[in-house]
């Protein structure tokens, strides 16, 4: 159980157009999704944190414009990187904590989408 | 600032042998600490979770150890195969949730 899946494992695109990555919750109910990007040899770094049915909330530096994050129900939740550039370029990764679950509020990552922007 | 440390930054062994990794924290107020293994280009799995009231926990050939007084833990791999090849988080959680992730230990398991 608590399974986690995002769509597309990779993409590469040109620099100015948009990306859609998709998270999924498939066997569980996330009332919260989490947004994490990560450089080479670097850990993951919280980028915003969404909850069903409301805006994300974003952490410092992490511009909402670029980074458009809908959550719309409570299996699904999609982050948008809007006019793409070269920096732009990591590992996205997502989580997502089950409704109504243990005490550890544990998060359950997904196998995370390379971005590559050309 | 919450911080967690990991050491070593990455570390080479033979299969077979065992290896620890290290792990300093200073996340207050502390909630849990957990052990992931992510795989290149995969996302984190988590091995073990564990409270504040919480020693050891174990998960097959891996053992996670935790003194919440000195704000250390270790994680303890035994008889290491080629699969243990990857990058270790050690991530510790405030009561807000919030997760700090530490920058991770790269294990290479060699034949």
């Known amino acids: 159980g608590a399974v986690v899946s995002q769509h597309p494992s990779r993409v590469i695109c040109k620099s100015g157009t948009s990306v859609k990555i998709e998270c999924r919750s498939l066997d569980f109910q996330a009332t919260t999704m989490f947004w994490y990007r990560q450089f080479p040899k670097q850990s993951l770094m919280l980028m915003a944190t969404s909850n069903e049915g409301s805006k994300a909330t974003y952490e410092q530096g992490v511009e909402k414009d670029k980074f458009l994050i809908n959550h719309a129900s409570l299996t699904l939740s999609t982050l948008t990187v809007t006019s793409a550039h070269p920096e732009d370029s990591s590992f996205y990764i997502c989580s997502a904590s089950q409704a109504g679950g243990s005490s550890y509020n544990e998060q359950f990552f997904g196998p995370g989408t390379r971005l590559t922007v050309l | 600032k919450n911080q967690v440390e990991q050491s070593p930054q990455s570390l080479i062994i033979l299969e077979g042998k065992n290896c620890t990794l290290q792990c300093n ?14 795989d290149t280009g995969r996302g984190p799995v988590s091995l073990t979770i564990m409270t504040f009231s919480e020693n050891t926990k174990s998960n097959g050939r891996y053992t996670a150890t935790l003194d919440a007084d000195t ?20 991530v510790v959680s405030a009561y807000d949730y919030k997760l700090s992730f530490g920058a991770g230990t790269t294990v290479t398991v060699r034949a």
Do not use: E, G, M
């Open chain 2, 25 to 38: 924290y200073t996340v207050s107020p502390f909630s849990n600490l957990r052990w992931y293994k992510q």
């Open chain 2, 71 to 90: 704000k250390q833990s270790s994680l303890h791999i035994t008889a290491s195969q080629l699969s243990d090849s990857a990058s270790y988080i050690c």
